[in-house]
């Protein structure tokens, strides 16, 4: 447990020394001053009224689920294992006395970590903002459980990440196969809508299912299942591959 | 004398069918051991192995009694090792680089890096970020890394690379120092035949992927003028078979 909080804070450190994140978490707040500042004109000049109290948070997050979200998500994992591995500084962390096993899960905590930190950072940002346009609190809890949920697909969309990196031999061909797959995947739901069910990307948007009137605790379960399934084998594939690695 | 590395039936084929083959080996603890060879010999290969960095198709490295493929973490707790050129994060500095070492072990302190910094000259750029570095302060940091939880065993792969002419006598001064004072073994692969005579206690020589022979540094001096001839003369005899 010890090497693994080790290698954990590890690649906190590294992913917080990096410039990519950082830029994106501004960008991401450069979108929703964005947003909130042409909300607020509609709302206030044009008479149309545009979103609701809580309904700025969502409307930013069900924007920034299908771009700026799952483009953090390649760009951490990318740098994550393809960017390691490339430029050799894998080494480092490998020949440290923890296991690959605790190497590969210390990645996917941190990542997963971060995915969680950002959508948090998005909602605090937004739910702000929104009380800003709307002058009345939005209805938090429903805005905070929207960004929990939405943590589930992206994390899926990380582990997947991962294993491409993994297999790639490089980081511009790992970034490229990734936005590749995340758009075949979602093109795939649109034109097959009968293996939409099957697909994590058309889950997605499941925090919907908190949003409406009535909450069908059912959906969420079996949403739910498929999700962690699909965490449990991704998990299981990576830590496979990169156990096999070789550097 | 007690036994810290074991190498045994190692075996590892490329696809260009290059690699090593069926190597056994014992290190004695304390010992200064130097792997001589070509370049393309197969002595990163090995070293990438013992560390598990690399998987091998046959055979196994048992470090102070334990695996490195069934016990890997008991087997590298007292291990350091720099493999080929060591690769820094650019974006850290060298005490963050030493940091995510350091963590790795609860005894460790800011005290310790500073320590393994100042032996190996870099602590007056501990707070400068690697992509200012030049290739030999790069190689010194590697080295420090290695260094830094003062391990029992050292896999040093070309160690001298790198390294000015005051730094390779460093270098060799640490290694003898570490072996006698502290009964730290080595295992150093270089193709520089002049520092491995010069420290080593026992050689071996690999060759096309093969250990041709394996003998005390000061019996081949005693049968041979010197450690380039003993070389020579083993190519000569055994490389081509």
């Known amino acids: ?247 | 004398m007690d036994t810290a590395i074991v190498i045994e039936n190692l075996s590892k084929k490329y696809k260009n069918n290059r690699g090593i083959g069926d190597i056994n080996l014992k290190v004695g603890r304390g010992e200064i051991f130097g792997l001589l060879g070509p370049n393309g010999s197969g002595k990163t290969t090995a070293m990438k192995i013992m560390v598990g960095l690399m998987k091998a198709d046959a055979g196994d490295v048992i470090i102070s009694g334990f695996s490195v493929l069934t016990a890997y973490e008991q087997a590298m707790k007292n291990v350091g090792c720099m493999i080929e050129k060591i690769v820094p994060f650019p974006y850290l500095t060298a005490y963050e680089n030493m940091r995510l070492r350091s963590r790795f072990y609860n005894s460790l302190d800011d005290k310790q890096i500073d320590k393994t910094l100042d032996i190996t000259g870099l602590l007056k750029y501990r707070n400068e970020k690697i992509k200012n570095y030049s290739l030999g302060m790069k190689q010194r940091l590697g080295i420090a890394m290695a260094f830094l939880s003062n391990p029992n065993i050292l896999i040093l792969d070309e160690p001298f690379n790198g390294l000015d002419v005051e730094g390779m006598f460093q270098m060799r001064k640490l290694i003898t120092n570490l072996s006698k004072d502290k009964d730290t073994t080595f295992f150093i692969s270089s193709h520089l035949i002049h520092d491995i005579e010069l420290i080593c206690d026992k050689v071996g020589i690999l060759y096309d992927g093969r250990l041709l022979a394996v003998k005390d540094t000061k019996d081949i001096l005693r049968d041979y003028s010197s450690l380039e001839n003993y070389y020579l003369s083993e190519v000569d005899v055994n490389g081509a078979s």
């Open chain 1, 1 to 247: 447990m010890e090497l693994l909080k080790a290698a954990y804070k590890n690649e906190i450190m590294k992913i917080l020394n990096r410039k990519k994140p950082v830029i994106l978490m501004a960008l991401s707040v450069v979108f929703v001053l964005g947003a909130m500042s042409g909300v607020y004109l509609l709302n206030s000049f044009s008479g149309i009224r545009v979103t609701g109290s809580s309904e700025f948070s969502i409307m930013v997050l069900s924007i920034l689920i299908y771009s700026l979200f799952p483009l953090f998500t390649i760009f951490i994992c990318v740098d994550m294992f393809a960017g390691e591995f490339a430029d050799q500084t894998i080494k480092i962390t490998l020949t440290s006395p923890a296991s690959r096993l605790k190497v590969f899960l210390s990645k996917i905590l941190a990542a997963a970590t971060l995915i969680l930190g950002n959508l948090y950072f998005v909602m605090i940002i937004s739910a702000i903002s929104s009380a800003i346009i709307n002058r009345n609190f939005p209805n938090l809890l429903r805005i905070f459980a929207s960004y929990t949920m939405a943590f589930m697909p992206i994390f899926v969309f990380a582990l997947v990440i991962a294993l491409i990196s993994i297999i790639s031999k490089g980081t511009t061909s790992a970034f490229m196969i990734s936005i590749f797959i995340f758009l075949l995947l979602n093109g795939l739901s649109l034109v097959f809508p009968n293996i939409r069910s099957f697909l994590f990307t058309s889950n997605f948007d499941w925090y919907r299912l908190v949003l409406g009137s009535y909450i069908n605790f059912s959906k969420i379960l079996r949403v739910l299942l498929i999700l962690l399934g699909y965490s449990i084998m991704l998990t299981a594939g990576g830590c496979y591959l990169f156990e096999r690695k070789d550097i």
